[in-house]
């Protein structure tokens, strides 16, 4: 871990790691309402926060979350139609935001139609009309791609030496669909906090590879994540964690 205030939770398996980060999403949203009066999280794409939104709806953690008091973005968006089995939307709605009493108008897609430019300058807005000119989330949920990735800044693509945009289209994605929206690393460290979750052995050079304070972020891009005023999480598995040395 090269920055400050990051800390590292090997567990169990998916399993654990789903259910871990939905207690810490209880936790940081009930601190948020009550200093602030709403929760402002940033949904992950891929598969693995599959089981965590899962988690959110059941019983077990339903109740415990003001649903009036939510309001939920995307880190990132492929951009495909929001009923396409690649969309991020499609996922979360399918396994969290159509099973849990939430204000749907605190529910912010990205909006993929136009071009990828004009949607990456609409959801900026967008993101400084909510949050404000701070634009600072409450929590971020990020994953880890086998190649070093999160959101959708991947080694060599423009956006992620991106420093004056909170938003950015990408074209490039080594990751299929190519054409993508990103919040940008500037938006990703001015958050209260992250939350990384990363399960299976697949993901074990690129943890590795982060973890690693001789590595470049460069190479691993999620190494530009460090919150100057927040926490960064790890919530990895025994599959894809490699004790250093
Ligand atoms: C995306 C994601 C991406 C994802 C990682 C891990 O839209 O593809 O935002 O950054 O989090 O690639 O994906 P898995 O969870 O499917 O392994």
Redesign the pocket.
């Known amino acids: 871990m090269s920055r400050s205030h990051a800390r590292l939770v090997v567990l169990d398996d998916s399993e654990a790691i789903a259910y871990r980060a939905a207690e810490y999403v209880v936790t940081l949203a009930r601190d948020a309402i009550q200093a602030r009066g709403r929760f402002v999280i940033a949904l992950?794409?891929?598969?693995?926060?599959r089981r965590l939104h899962e988690m959110l709806a059941s019983t077990q953690f339903r109740t415990h979350l003001d649903w009036s008091r939510v309001i939920v973005f995307w880190?990132?968006?492929?951009f495909v139609p929001p009923d396409s089995p690649d969309s991020?939307q499609r996922m979360a709605h399918e396994s969290l935001l159509s099973q849990v009493p939430i204000d749907h108008a605190n529910v912010f897609p990205v909006e993929t139609i136009g071009s990828p430019q004009n949607a990456a300058t609409k959801y900026e807005q967008l993101l400084v009309d909510v949050l404000g000119p701070d634009v600072r989330f409450d929590l971020i949920l990020?994953?880890?791609?086998?190649d070093g990735?999160?959101?959708?800044l991947f080694p060599g693509v423009h956006a992620v030496e991106s420093e004056d945009r909170f938003v950015r289209s990408v074209s490039d994605s080594p990751?299929p669909p190519a054409d993508?929206i990103?919040i940008t690393f500037k938006t990703i460290n001015r958050a209260r906090c992250v939350l990384f979750?990363v399960?299976?052995p697949?993901?074990r050079r690129a943890l590795g590879g982060v973890l690693d304070s001789a590595t470049s972020p460069v190479t691993f891009p999620a190494k530009h994540v460090g919150l100057p005023r927040g926490s960064t999480i790890w919530l990895v598995d025994r599959a894809a964690y490699s004790p250093a040395g």
Do not use: I
């Open positions: 992950s794409g891929g598969s693995t926060p880190g990132d968006e492929r991020n990020l994953g880890l791609g086998e990735h999160t959101a959708s990751k993508r990103t979750l399960s299976g697949g993901k």
